[in-house]
T-cell receptor, first 114, second 112 residues
Framework: QQQVKQSPQSLIVQKGGISIINCAYE??????FPWYQQFPGKGPALLIA?????SEKKEGRFTISFNKSAKQFSLHIMDSQPGDSATYFC?????????????FGKGTLLTVNP | DAGVTQSPTHLIKTRGQQVTLRCSPK?????VSWYQQALGQGPQFIFQ???????QRGNFPDRFSGHQFPNYSSELNVNALLLGDSALYLC???????????FGPGTRLTVL
């Protein structure tokens, strides 16, 4: 059972455009939703995270939108740059400061063309 | 301040052998989690250690075992290696009372 579904599998965006990656979850106990960025040959790097008490969180060019009723959340990358080309993973956990295991989506390969 | 470190970087083993992977968490962190990432997939949770005890475990067989030392570093052991164990093994470091997990660069294990 895949508890976190991520789409699209791959995405090509022009420099300066907006990249949007979507995730949906099934477990209503999840209450911590991070996004990770992974470059080839490297470990995932924590990008930004959100909890269900807010509908949006912005850090620089990265924004998470969260829809609790739909059990969906998305990552928006504004003014996408070639250096943003990487694989992005959404994840979810029970959170609440309990450091519960992370359940990951399958990833989205983002390519930003110059 | 060094981040999460893992060793070795790469490892090649044959079926049936045993392997030990090592992880040192970020300074000040007390909790270590291990994940397996197959090619083209998201990381899958193996287990988590806190205070030298296994605190949570994912859906992995008993061939996968671990240990945490008093200095919070950790080892992942895999016995009787199978071809399907070929993957990137990631260690994540955190504080027990916080949700954020920070990953190391991983160890690439190839089983021939």
């Amino acid at each position: 059972q895949q508890q976190v579904k991520q789409s699209p599998q791959s995405l090509i965006v022009q420099k300066g455009g907006i990249s949007i990656i979507n995730c949906a979850y099934e477990n209503t106990a999840f209450d911590y939703f991070p996004w990770y960025q992974q470059f080839p040959g490297k470990g995932p790097a924590l990008l930004i995270a959100i909890r269900p008490d807010v509908s949006e969180k912005k850090e620089g060019r990265f924004t998470i939108s969260f829809n609790k009723s739909a059990k969906q959340f998305s990552l928006h990358i504004m003014d996408s740059q070639p250096g943003d080309s990487a694989t992005y993973f959404c994840a979810a956990s029970k959170g609440g400061g309990s450091n519960y295991k992370l359940t990951f989506g399958k990833g989205t390969l983002l390519t930003v063309n110059p | 301040d060094a981040g999460v470190t893992q060793s070795p970087t790469h490892l090649i083993k044959t079926r049936g052998q045993q392997v030990t992977l090592r992880c040192s968490p970020k300074s000040g962190h007390d909790t270590v989690s291990w994940y397996q990432q197959a090619l083209g997939q998201g990381p899958q949770f193996i287990f988590q250690y806190y205070e030298e005890e296994e605190r949570q475990r994912g859906n992995f067989p008993d061939r996968f075992s671990g240990h945490q030392f008093p200095n919070y570093s950790s080892e992942l052991n895999v016995n009787a290696l199978l071809l399907g164990d070929s993957a990137l093994y990631l260690c994540a470091s955190s504080l027990l009372e916080r949700d954020e997990q920070f990953f190391g660069p991983g160890t690439r294990l190839t089983v021939l």
